[in-house]
């Protein structure tokens, strides 16, 4: 699809990327929205690719000037999909799975298997296994039982890093902090645990140790708590350099925040790099020990907003005295967050999206679900049945947190970039949605 919208009128969107205005028509990727929704029809997740490009590629920039030892790796759990992998492989990035199914996407896509680290909490032998075969370069270890079917599995050293919990309360939903005392990730540095199973990889023949990891959460804005991760993890560092034990990586995750509102103020991947970078020579070099290599892994503030979410307005109906409803042909099967963590979301006209709204609406999902509200408060203009409502910061888990509930078909995904646009991930159709069911015969089953 070709736009031809031209550049008149075209004003940025407030504080969201590389969103315009174009005679009043949202425009991204410099395809307007509601030329999208018409082409392909809605729910419709659209996906700015030269947005992602664009924050991809500064992370690097700032890294390979500020700490040239490092990686960056995509944290594919955000949005998995070979298009995305297709997109940041030829920038040299690495990527962090944490599944088979993400590795397989992430190898099918193009990721050079040498720079993914493979994550997760509880890994199959079954993945274990793939990931050996293709030649991963690191998995990130998260139990004992993994150490014991890494070393039984593997032919030769395979490398890991050990996941340990810093102990570090970063100001995020406390659905996605990660390092709190009784997070499921990580061993703990407090009270031995780490340094207990880190001391225990000697008796493995066929592991290697390479270093740390931690991920302290998701949407963080201050960088202070990157400071205080950073802290913790070189002060372990020398612990176990004391006990003979050297650390040649160290993965500080991600969990560099985006706007989702107004009032969000996320850093600049510039900014959090640059801080995060400065901070980790000063924190070595204050402590004389080696600058481990660095490893980082955006997922979130890479593809978050670069994606927007087109819907149809449905019924719209007023509870007296109470609210107004505007039900869309979309919700909480193709958007779980608010229902999870209480996600907040900006959403616009489509076709007004530079006019200030003056009602006040609670945009309702379609599901059979009291609780499948998709933003519960927003001033909008005024809508009615058949207008396009996109919602704003969606590149990031949502497709990826899709489900069929209520027998729904998961949107398709559409890239855009320079006023053109294609699919990235095709429509579902109800045949997809059934292709594995069989109704089974247990006339002559076993007992």
């Known amino acids: 699809m070709k ?121 199959s032998k079954a993945e274990i296994e793939y990931a050996l075969s293709v030649g991963l370069e690191c998995f990130v270890v998260d139990s004992e039982l993994e150490l014991q079917l890494i070393n039984s599995c593997a032919e030769k050293k395979q490398n890991v890093l050990v996941r340990v919990n810093p102990g570090v309360e970063a100001h995020t939903h406390r659905f996605i902090q990660t390092t709190a005392p009784d997070s499921k990730f990580g061993f703990s540095i407090a009270d031995g645990t780490a340094e207990s199973v880190i001391r225990s990889i000697e008796n493995y023949g066929n592991i290697n140790f390479a270093g740390l990891a931690c991920h302290i959460g998701s949407q963080i804005f201050e960088p202070q708590s990157f400071e205080i991760a950073i802290d913790k993890m070189c002060d372990f560092i020398v612990r176990l350099n004391s006990l003979g034990i050297a650390v040649e990586r160290l993965d500080l995750g991600g969990g560099f925040g985006v706007h989702y509102i107004e009032n969000d103020k996320p850093l600049t991947p510039e900014q959090y790099m640059k801080n995060s970078a400065a901070y980790l020579n000063s924190a070595v070099k204050s402590r004389k020990i080696s600058a481990p290599h660095l490893i980082v892994e955006p997922g979130r503030s890479i593809v978050g907003e670069a994606g927007i979410t087109l819907y149809t307005v449905g019924a719209v109906k007023t509870v007296k005295d109470i609210k107004t409803y505007v039900a869309v042909d979309g919700g909480m099967f193709e958007n779980p967050r608010t229902a999870l963590y209480q996600a907040q979301y900006t959403a616009v006209a489509a076709d007004r999206a530079d006019v200030k709204g003056d009602k006040l609406y609670s945009i309702a999902g379609k599901c059979c679900e009291s609780g499948d509200i998709l933003i519960d408060g927003i001033m909008l203009p005024e809508l009615k049945s058949g207008d396009i409502l996109a919602v704003l910061t969606t590149g990031a888990y949502h497709y990826s947190m899709a489900s069929n509930y209520n027998r729904n078909a998961i949107p398709p995904v559409v890239a855009v970039k320079d006023g053109r646009s294609a699919y990235m991930v095709k429509p579902q159709t109800y045949e997809d949605i059934i292709r594995n069911d069989v109704i089974p015969d247990l006339s002559e089953g076993v007992r």
């Open 3 to 123: 736009n031809n919208s031209g550049k008149k009128n075209n004003k940025k969107l407030s504080c969201f990327g590389d969103l315009t205005v174009n005679d009043g028509h949202l425009t991204v990727g410099g395809c307007d929205a509601v030329a999208l929704a018409e082409k392909y029809g809605t729910p419709l997740y659209v996906f700015d690719m030269q947005r992602a490009l664009d924050t991809a590629a500064a992370y690097l920039g700032v890294l390979r000037r500020e700490y040239p030892d490092s990686t960056v790796c995509y944290a594919s759990k955000a949005f998995c999909c070979t298009a995305i992998y297709n997109m940041l492989a030829p920038l040299g990035i690495g990527a962090d799975v944490v599944s088979g199914g993400e590795l397989f996407t992430a190898i099918k896509g193009g990721m050079d298997p040498g720079k993914i680290y493979f994550h997760g909490n509880n890994k």
